[in-house]
């Protein structure tokens, strides 16, 4: 029994047809949507690539970009294939067409709901990678003579002004690193000498801050250096008075700003998924209907069209048969005495001459 079965007159079909026309360039735009969501959020990411290890993080936005691409395409040749629909005689000829047509718009648009998936799932890799980049970047700040990393300097500091953070975690993370360049070290003062050889790594540590970590709006001038020391500032305690420095880590704010934006693209896919959707049922509509039509041989009479001729148990049973059976397509039978029904198939009385006819009664 067919699934959803519904009555088209002339004057249905080819307002179906019309509709889909119209729809499938509507289709096109959001396939230049989908292109363009992909290649900001790629371009997004490309921006901040110096604070991010290398990963998939790129697949959501090459997933979205390939997407728009193919569904550009489909849905300009679904454009014509409905506009031709609209005439019997032209339907003749996409006819082979339209079924493997319809597959594969189905798998367009199970891509595209993946792809917006992916953009809900893909929080926890970005994690790890902002987590293992920014704490590589906070690592090298100092190394502003070594080529390939003199820049990291510039771009964290750029990074924490803009997202109004302090290191990767929190403003903590800089008390653990030496963050600031032996070159600006006087190796003659006994503090300093001091401070190194207290370290067993022989590393410069202090519990301050760069300068980029300052809050503007603070009242007060910014404390960067002793900040867990209550008696080097005029009335200031460390535990209870608010630190005029960014107390969000980078990690945080970076993560909270992409995962805003992945948020948003998630749910222009799944609403180009579900226009896409509805586009796909519309042609699967016209091309069952236009198919029974040729059956009937009447394009001016009535025609039914469905989503599946047979029911859903029955249809995935038939498909499954037919993946069991394509590797049998060629094979012939080398053991006696066995045969197998998809394999070796008798022929009927096809070759036979003196098949005897059977008379025409006179009028």
Same mark, same amino acid.
């Given at each position: 029994m067919a699934v959803?079965?519904?009555?088209?007159?002339?004057?249905?079909?080819?307002?179906?047809?019309?509709?889909?026309?119209i729809l499938n360039w509507v289709s096109v735009v959001s396939g230049i949507i989908l292109f363009s969501l992909g290649l900001f959020l790629k371009i997004e990411i490309k921006k901040r690539n110096e604070v991010m290890a290398k990963g998939d993080i790129n697949s959501v936005p090459n997933m979205l970009i390939s997407v728009?691409?193919?569904?550009?395409?489909?849905?300009?040749?679904?454009?014509?294939?409905?506009y031709d629909c609209s005439d019997a005689n032209k339907f003749s000829r996409w006819?082979?067409?339209m079924l493997p047509y319809i597959v594969c718009t189905f798998c367009f648009t199970f891509c595209i709901l993946v792809g917006a998936l992916m953009c809900y799932t893909m929080r926890n890799e970005l994690e790890e990678s902002l987590y293992l980049g920014l704490r590589d970047a906070i690592k090298f700040y100092k190394d502003t003579d070594i080529p390939g990393r003199?820049? &990291?300097?510039?771009? @964290?500091?750029?990074?924490?002004i803009g997202f109004q953070c302090c290191g990767n975690n929190g403003f903590r993370d800089w008390f653990e690193i030496q963050w600031v360049s032996a070159r600006y070290l006087n190796m003659a003062s006994k503090e300093v000498l001091d401070r190194l050889k207290s370290n067993v790594d022989g590393r410069f540590l202090v519990d301050g801050v760069p300068f980029s970590c300052c809050n503007p709006s603070s009242p007060r001038p910014c404390i960067q250096y002793q900040l867990?020391?209550?008696?080097?500032?005029?009335?200031?305690?460390?535990?209870?008075?608010? &630190?005029?420095?960014? @107390?969000?880590?980078?990690?945080?704010?970076?993560?909270d700003y992409y995962t805003a934006i992945m948020r948003s693209i998630g749910i222009a896919a799944l609403l180009i998924w579900l226009f896409e959707l509805s586009v796909l049922i519309g042609v699967r509509y016209l091309q069952t209907a236009m198919k029974n039509v040729l059956l009937l041989g009447d394009p001016q009479g009535e025609s039914d069209g469905w989503l599946l001729e047979n029911s859903f148990v029955e249809t995935a049973k038939y498909n499954i048969n037919i993946i069991k059976n394509l590797g049998k397509a060629n094979q012939i039978s080398t053991v006696s005495a066995m045969t197998d029904p998809n394999i070796d198939v008798k022929n009927t009385n096809?070759?036979?001459?003196?098949?005897?006819?059977?008379?025409i009664p006179a009028a």
């Open positions: 959803l079965k519904v009555k088209f007159t002339k004057n249905k079909r080819d307002k179906l047809a019309q509709i889909l026309w728009g691409v193919i569904a550009c395409i489909i849905n300009f040749l679904g454009g014509k294939i409905c006819k082979l067409v003199c820049f &990291l300097k510039k771009t @964290v500091d750029m990074l924490q867990t020391n209550n008696s080097a500032h005029y009335n200031y305690d460390f535990l209870t008075e608010e &630190l005029n420095i960014w @107390v969000k880590g980078c990690r945080e704010a970076l993560l096809c070759g036979k001459t003196n098949v005897p006819t059977k008379s």
